[in-house]
């Protein structure tokens, strides 16, 4: 099993301003749509619709992420759209929605995600180590650190988008 290690923060300049303050250089934007089929307190399976914006290719994968914090074990795969279809078909869930903008600042690389159903914008960073995490400093136009708030995770936000 791979091991994600990643921070994340809550973005408050536009991601636009960034690019075009040249902060940033976009790297390419994908379109996700993800479900939760199943889930508890450290674990979760997800499955995902990404569409590359550039060339409107799709990628159908499902996601097996086990425990918390900074560190977790993530198995993803590639699914057939026909899976994909099967999955959200048969538990009628509401998707949650955004957009993944991949840029790179100096060598370090950043995702933005920008929600369509909530009101906050969140930028990741992944890591090799768990050292080079706890030794990172991110730089001034990072907002607040989100990383150990389960309030901004995916599944919280999710779960939240289903009782509406």
Do not use: C
Not at 91 to 106: D, E, H, Q, Y
Not at 142 to 164: D, M, P, R, T
Request: aromatic residues 12%.
């Amino acid at each position: 099993m791979a091991l994600e290690i990643e921070r994340k923060y809550l973005l408050t300049i536009p991601h636009e301003q960034l690019i075009e303050q040249g902060v940033i250089a976009f790297k390419s934007e994908q379109r996700i749509e993800q479900t939760y089929i199943a889930m508890d307190k450290d674990q979760e399976l997800r499955v995902r619709r990404i569409k590359d914006l550039a060339t409107d290719e799709y990628e159908y994968t499902h996601t097996f992420k086990n425990g918390v914090g900074l560190a977790r074990e993530e198995v993803e795969y590639s699914i057939t759209k026909v899976i994909y279809d099967q999955v959200i078909e048969a538990f009628g869930f509401v998707p949650l929605t955004k957009n993944r903008i991949t840029a790179t600042v100096g060598e370090m690389i950043v995702e933005i995600d920008v929600y369509d159903q909530v009101d906050f914008i969140v930028v990741e960073v992944e890591f090799e180590s768990m050292e080079e995490a706890d030794s990172f400093v991110p730089p001034s136009w990072f907002g607040e650190e989100i990383s150990f708030n389960k309030k901004y995770s995916n599944k919280a936000v999710w779960k939240q988008l289903q009782s509406e």
